[in-house]
């Protein structure tokens, strides 16, 4: 299940489900969200991203669906493995030129994948 | 080449040491990113670098200096560091053209402050 308070939140999945990993963005005004992983001694890992005029990017095993209404960021990883094991984190960037490679990340969601 | 390298990987200083930490792409990346990432916290944007001149310094105390040498090289200089200023601490890249704004990152070098 998931938790959400003062710690990261965590989700815990057995291998082969669904997981889904949300994250709520901050400022109406990003207009790009990517999903990073980031394993135990590395740094993070591109998974995916997605501009503002979209509002549903597949890649491989991955969705990342984005709701701007209510600034919802979602991360769906299909048949989950446990080499998926790791904290995830959504970041967005401001629009605008003077902020050109500014990602601000979220809190990030610790994912842990049982055999 | 798609990999960003970062020396050393583990650092102990103490609060008197002056030291460096070196960060290396050759993807041809126009844009280079200092970050500071606590146990537990997301990584926090530190300096910005754009065709290696400063465009974003996220208000980092002076003890912490950027410096970008050439377009492939980017150095963070330490001095009279405190121990909180323990972290890891990764190096991104990215292509400076638009549309993408992924961020390239290093294995990132570990700090400890004493």
């Known amino acids: 299940g998931e938790s959400v308070g003062l710690h990261l939140p965590t989700l815990s999945v057995q291998e082969g489900d669904n997981s889904i990993i949300n994250c709520a963005y901050s400022n109406s005004a990003s207009d790009y969200f990517i999903w990073y992983k980031q394993e135990s001694g590395k740094g993070p890992q591109f998974i995916i991203d997605?501009?503002?005029?979209?509002d549903k990017r597949q890649g491989q095993r991955v969705t990342v669906l984005l709701n701007k209404t209510v600034k919802h960021l979602s991360l769906q990883i299909a048949a989950t493995q446990p080499g998926d094991s790791a904290v995830y984190f959504c970041a967005e960037k401001l629009a605008g030129g003077t902020s050109y490679g500014k990602l601000t990340f979220g809190q990030g969601t610790i994912l842990t994948v049982h055999p | 080449d798609t990999e960003v390298t970062q020396t050393p990987k583990h650092l102990v200083m103490g609060m008197t040491n002056k030291k460096s930490l070196k960060c290396e792409q050759h993807?041809?990346?126009?844009?280079m990113y200092w970050y500071k990432q606590k146990a537990k916290k997301p990584p926090e944007l530190m300096f910005v670098?754009?065709?290696?001149?400063?465009?974003i310094n996220e208000s980092v105390p002076s003890r912490f200096s950027p410096e970008c040498p050439n377009s492939s090289l980017l150095n963070l200089h330490l001095h009279a560091l405190q121990p909180e200023d323990s972290a890891l601490y990764l190096c991104?890249?990215?292509?400076?053209?638009?549309?993408?704004?992924?961020?390239?990152f290093g294995p990132g070098t570990r700090l400890t402050v004493t």
């Open positions: 993807m041809g990346h126009r844009a």
């Open positions: 991104a890249s990215s292509q400076r053209t638009v549309p993408s704004y992924e961020q390239y």
């Open positions: 670098y754009s065709y290696e001149k400063l465009s």
């Open positions: 997605i501009r503002s005029n979209m």
